[in-house]
């Protein structure tokens, strides 16, 4: 972010370098139940991310000494390929990945009814394949569709998105290019059902009234991406899914 470099990111027709609008989201597949031995899984190409999301559990929590009394604990951990960046990314966790399993984690868990589940964990497992700009939340959303796929009890689906700004225009779903040299990025964790926002995080700058611009592009796009998580998780339960 901030890098300013001498490409344009916005052509004289109004259009980003991959063509899109402003407020269009980059092509995106998702399908359910790809893992067998987890309880729950899902996979999800966004733009040229490639994710894929495991769920184990609600199962008893080791070591001991972790377990909480009263509800289940969540352990999202976020990971990416060593081929899934230009430069080869370096095996293992990082700060960068560590903040994003936490805080992915907290956004899980505001979903999930872990009061049913005492002393248990839910393990989320997070694999970047392929990664370009918005992995984060292509990874919440991967594995919204993987605790669905596993039966845990949710309050509701939750979403991935994000808005952000580049030369000087407010869009929806920044890659690559955009995220490197735009202006500001926010990547957001929204339940569309109610409006609840579950994570929010912002790189860059911009002004008020341009962030809630940001906000609003991306509460907009959740519920398309709602729509098809639910098409995705029916298309494995065929039609058996609540609405
Ligand atoms: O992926 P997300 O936008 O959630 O997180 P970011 O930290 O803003 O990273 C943006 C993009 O930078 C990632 O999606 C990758 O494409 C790239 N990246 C990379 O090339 N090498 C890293 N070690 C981390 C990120």
């Known amino acids: 972010m901030g890098m300013?470099?001498?490409?344009?990111?916005?052509?004289?027709?109004?259009?980003?370098?991959?063509?899109?609008?402003?407020?269009?989201?980059?092509?995106?597949?998702?399908?359910?139940?790809?893992?067998?031995?987890a309880d729950g899984s899902a996979y999800v190409e966004w733009g040229g991310n490639k994710i894929m999301a495991a769920v184990y559990g609600p199962r008893e929590a080791y070591p001991k000494h972790v377990q909480d009394p009263n509800r289940a604990i969540?352990?999202?951990r976020y990971n990416m390929a060593s081929f899934s960046v230009d430069e080869r990314k370096r095996p293992g966790p990082d700060r960068r990945s560590i903040e994003l399993?936490?805080?992915?984690?907290?956004?899980?868990?505001?979903?999930?009814f872990v009061?049913?589940?005492p002393r248990t964990a839910i393990d989320v497992y997070i694999e970047v394949l392929q990664?370009?700009?918005?992995?984060?939340?292509?990874?919440?959303?991967?594995?919204?569709l993987a605790l669905a796929d596993a039966?845990?009890?949710?309050?509701?689906?939750?979403?991935?998105?994000?808005?952000?700004k580049v030369d000087g225009v407010v869009v929806l779903d920044l890659n690559k290019e955009e995220d490197n040299y735009g202006e500001a990025d926010v990547p957001m964790a929204i339940l569309p059902r109610t409006g609840e926002i579950a994570l929010l995080q912002m790189d860059g700058d911009m002004t008020y009234e341009e962030?809630?611009?940001?906000?609003?592009?991306?509460?907009?796009?959740?519920r398309e991406i709602y729509r098809m998580e639910i098409e995705a998780l029916k298309g494995r339960y065929g039609g058996d899914v609540n609405e």
Do not use: W, Y
Request: net charge positive; with cysteine.
């Open 4 to 37: 300013k470099a001498d490409i344009r990111l916005i052509d004289d027709n109004g259009l980003r370098i991959d063509g899109r609008l402003p407020n269009q989201l980059r092509p995106i597949r998702m399908e359910v139940g790809v893992v067998k031995r």
């Open 74 to 76: 969540v352990r999202a």
């Open 101 to 112: 399993s936490k805080v992915i984690s907290e956004a899980l868990t505001s979903v999930i």
């Open 115 to 117: 009061e049913k589940f």
């Open 131 to 144: 990664a370009d700009a918005g992995t984060r939340v292509a990874g919440i959303t991967a594995a919204s």
């Open 151 to 164: 039966g845990i009890p949710m309050r509701d689906l939750i979403v991935g998105c994000a808005a952000g």
């Open 211 to 222: 962030l809630t611009n940001a906000m609003e592009m991306a509460m907009e796009a959740a």
